[in-house]
């Protein structure tokens, strides 16, 4: 499949071609600061078949924590486009928000589900994780 997307301002655009990786809906605390407070929603797409093909991003990683993600937003208007983690090597971590059709998106899993807010909603027939599955 291939994607294409970008953030609110249309300063970066960028391209994804491949097979998902994977496609979930976080719940940690983390990303509950990106999104606002209700859980991420994202796929997992191949670095491969990714590129930017407008602008490039501003990133972000923290470094009071081990395995920090790097986080890449639009220096403009601030739209968290992404993640590339060490855990995910090879990948690229999209926000599904960012998407020119978000409603290609379909969650396969919850995930971090410890850090879930009684406010957020998993599906009843979806898989949810208090970590990572398996
Ligand atoms: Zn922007
Ligand atoms: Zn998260």
């Known amino acids: ?24 809906q976080c719940h940690c605390r983390e990303c509950q600061y990106i999104t606002g407070g209700n859980p991420n929603v994202i796929m997992v797409m191949p670095e491969a078949g990714f590129r930017f093909t407008k602008g490039m991003p501003s990133s972000f990683a923290r470094s009071d924590i081990e395995h ?12 968290a486009l992404g993640t590339r983690s060490p855990k995910r090597p ?12 978000p409603s290609i998106f379909k969650a396969k899993a919850a995930i ?13 027939d979806l898989p949810a ?5 398996g």
Do not use: N, W
């Open 1 to 24: 499949m291939k994607i294409e997307g970008g953030c609110y301002c249309h300063a970066i655009r960028y391209e994804a071609v491949g097979e998902p990786l994977a496609s979930l």
């Open 68 to 79: 920090a993600v790097t986080r890449l937003f639009c220096p403009t208007c601030g739209t």
């Open 90 to 101: 090879g990948a690229i971590i999209l926000k599904v928000g960012t998407f020119d059709d």
């Open 112 to 124: 971090f589900t410890i850090d879930k807010q009684a406010f957020h909603h998993i599906p009843p």
């Open 129 to 133: 994780f208090e970590r990572r599955p």
